[in-house]
């Protein structure tokens, strides 16, 4: 638990909330683009090429996630709730940043990289093949102060707050419900929807998976913004610098050796896999790592055991009070998926229209 607030009518974010904060992170983000669209229509007549200038679509960037920032602080306090996770210190033994804080989350998301970029491209060459321009999605950097807005937000920004509706609030939530991989799974579902970017499902869903299971590993969720900055850091790079040319160039050549490029991948793809699985499996500790293991999945089946004893057992029948208790239960985890699902739902209605949008304009 944190350490920040010492308020004991404080209740921490259980299944239910989570999902209705994702619902309300969501409306947040809408919110904010259809005024990003409001004003680029606005400020059309005096600048007609508004809605591709660089600094406008980076400044408006760092709007979004200001948002997100004031809505995880106001949303939190007005509901007088508290964050069931840690930021920098380990959540259950209350230990302090080690190096393999630092060292894994980096090298995961290094990893990542070289096992995604692959199945990115081709993912990339399918979505240009049914009508997206090559360029979708990218913004025009023609400014330094548009480069330096996107690495701040890129960077920094985006990595903190993401994470802590995602991976925090979102995924902790989660956990209460579903085994580890199912919470993991939904929040990383959560999360590549949330960008409504049809150029970028492959990726940010395996991006989400990686940064839920460090949180998870490490007890924090410090090393998942780490391992989200570094993936961004790497994006970066590859956009701003002659490497993306030497990169695109391995893609054309990539597409005229079909067979080697299918080998290639999957080497690529599997080697980084592993990588990541070792990296953040038995990074932060080859002890925990083994009973991380043995504990997966085993949630659903104690719980069906516990339930099979209540139901066959004479003397443990359930009594009138329980039956009321369980039927509430179920009735308030059944409101938060609901809510999960409209939030996912308006996020795919976005996507689709994204997507629409690409290929007709």
């Keep these: 638990m944190l350490k920040n607030s010492t308020d004991k009518s404080l209740i921490a974010y259980d299944y239910v909330e989570s999902c209705a904060f994702y619902l309300f992170a969501i409306i947040v983000t809408l919110v904010c683009q259809a005024l990003a669209g409001v004003v680029s229509a606005g400020l059309a007549g005096s600048y007609p090429d508004i809605a591709e200038n660089g600094d406008f679509n980076t400044g408006f960037m760092i709007f979004i996630q200001l948002a997100n920032a004031a809505f995880i602080y106001f949303y939190t306090r007005l509901r007088r709730r508290k964050f069931d996770f840690t930021f920098f210190v380990d959540g259950e033994s209350g230990a302090r940043i080690t190096p393999a804080c630092f060292i894994i989350p980096i090298l995961a998301g290094v990893a ?4 995604m970029y692959l199945p990115t491209v081709w993912y990339g060459f399918l979505m240009r093949a049914i009508g997206l321009p090559a360029d979708y999605g990218e913004i025009e950097l023609t400014t330094p102060s548009a480069v330096a807005m996107l690495v701040i937000v890129s960077v920094l920004l985006a990595p903190i707050m993401e994470e802590t509706v995602y991976r925090g609030v979102l995924f902790h939530g989660l956990k209460r419900k579903y085994t580890l991989v199912g919470a993991a799974a939904l929040s990383a ?3 590549m929807l949330m960008h409504m970017n049809p150029m970028q499902v492959v990726f940010q869903f395996a991006l989400g998976s990686v940064c839920a299971f460090i949180a998870a590993r490490s007890k924090r969720i410090f090393t998942a913004m780490l391992t989200h900055a570094t ?3 790497l994006a970066l790079v590859v956009q701003l610098t002659p490497l993306g040319g030497v990169l695109d160039g391995c893609g054309v050549w990539l597409t005229e050796n079909v067979a080697a490029a299918v080998f290639i991948t999957l080497g690529l793809f599997v080697g980084g896999g592993a990588a990541v699985f070792a990296l953040v499996t038995f990074g ?5 790592g083994v009973e991380l293991l043995k504990r997966v999945g ?4 104690t ?8 139901v066959d057992g004479g003397n443990n029948a359930e009594t009138a009070d329980e039956k009321v208790k369980n039927i509430v239960a179920k009735a308030k985890s059944g409101d938060g998926t609901v809510k999960y699902w409209i939030a996912a739902g308006l996020s795919i209605i976005m996507w689709i229209v994204n997507l629409v949008s690409g290929l007709l304009l």
């Design 284 to 288: 932060f500790g080859v002890r925990d």
């Design 189 to 191: 579902l959560a999360f």
């Design 298 to 301: 085993t949630k659903k089946r």
């Design 303 to 310: 719980e069906r055991c516990e339930t099979d004893e209540k």
């Design 112 to 115: 990542l990289m070289c096992a």
């Design 231 to 233: 993936t961004n850091a």
